[in-house]
């Protein structure tokens, strides 16, 4: 099931960490606070820990916080009684009571009001809820993730987010890694999205050549996984042949595609060597894929000695496997 999640496939020490860390995570019954940049898969973590934890025979229910204006938020989550407000014309239950025995997500959690906040804290404190309109309340058993992509430690100094239900949801922690921080994986995801775009598509499966996918190893993602999905989409639909090159994906490029950019220009040596460095660990990737492994075929098609191409292999702790 894991390897259907793009977002958690990779060979990065980053990767390795997350992929550990959901497999001990899923493992009990804490709350988890998920946080991330837009676009590096929070939901898809969340789904992950659910399904291999011991409630995934039970449903996942996942409320968009942001997207519920503020006064239904309340009645969507907890429920309403009949006549609780204008419209209530018949009791209803909440998201909290579909998800019982399951796990709710609560997705974006830091763009909730303090009222939420503050009854959503009595939830994680009791197990129970109370629906809008009633005097009593409800026992829940409910496995609660939450999302983010904002610091709350600084929302909590703002004055803005609770202190006491940062730290009710922050008993596990997960940390979803930008592309930034696992730049080695964006071949294999490149390798990955080609596949599910061109089985989308209904059409041949594609190659990329390895310029390209040096290319796109230097990029910055400020969008992450997502912003590289749909740039490899948009590519794939405009790329006429069956194998995509540099100049496809400059011609794609026009779709939105951002370079990394430091703050101050790197010094032209240090520049030079990063995009070399992510030329080489691209070209070996490529070519290993291709040979299924072969380490000699692979020399031989790269024109390497085979221990120099080791040495590489050593040097950018690239597995056969």
């Not at 006064?71 to 907890?78: D, I, K, P, R």
């Not at 090159?245 to 794609?252: D, F, K, Q």
Request: proline share 3%; with cysteine.
């Amino acid at each position: 099931a894991c390897s259907e999640q793009s977002t958690i496939i990779g060979e990065s020490e980053a990767v390795r960490k997350l992929q550990q860390a959901l497999s001990m995570v899923a493992q009990n019954d804490y709350t988890v606070l998920i946080q991330g940049e837009s676009g590096t898969g929070k939901e898809l973590a969340a789904r992950v820990v659910h399904d291999f934890s011991d409630r995934s025979r039970h449903k996942m229910v996942t409320v968009n916080c942001p997207a519920i204006p503020d006064h239904l938020l309340e009645s969507e989550l907890f429920g309403h009684t009949k006549g609780a407000f204008t419209g209530a014309d018949n009791e209803r239950h909440g998201l909290f009571k579909a998800a019982d025995k399951g796990t709710i997500l609560l997705d974006e959690i830091g763009d909730i009001s303090q009222s939420i906040q503050t009854k959503l804290l009595r939830v994680l404190q009791e197990q129970e809820i109370r629906p809008v309109g009633s005097n009593t309340s409800q026992k829940v058993d409910v496995r609660i993730l939450a999302t983010t992509n904002q610091d709350l430690a600084e929302k909590i100094q703002e004055g803005t987010f609770r202190e006491d239900l940062y730290y009710r949801l922050n008993v596990l922690n997960i940390h979803m890694p930008s592309l930034r921080e696992r730049k080695e994986d964006i071949p294999l995801l490149v390798h990955t999205f080609l596949h599910r775009v061109c089985q989308e598509l209904g059409i041949e499966p594609k190659g990329v050549t390895s310029e390209a996918l040096s290319f796109l190893a230097a990029q910055g993602w400020p969008g992450n996984i997502r912003e590289l999905l749909n740039f490899v989409r948009r590519t794939v639909v405009f790329c006429p042949d069956q194998k995509i090159g540099l100049e496809h994906v400059r011609s794609a490029e026009e779709g939105g595609l951002t370079e990394a950019k430091d703050e101050q220009p790197r010094p032209y040596k240090d520049a030079k060597a990063k995009v070399l460095e992510d030329f080489t660990r691209a070209y070996v990737r490529d070519v290993l894929a291709k040979t299924q492994g072969n380490v000699s075929e692979a020399a031989r098609l790269s024109g390497l000695e085979r221990v120099s191409l080791q040495k590489i292999m050593r040097r950018f702790n690239i597995q056969v496997e």
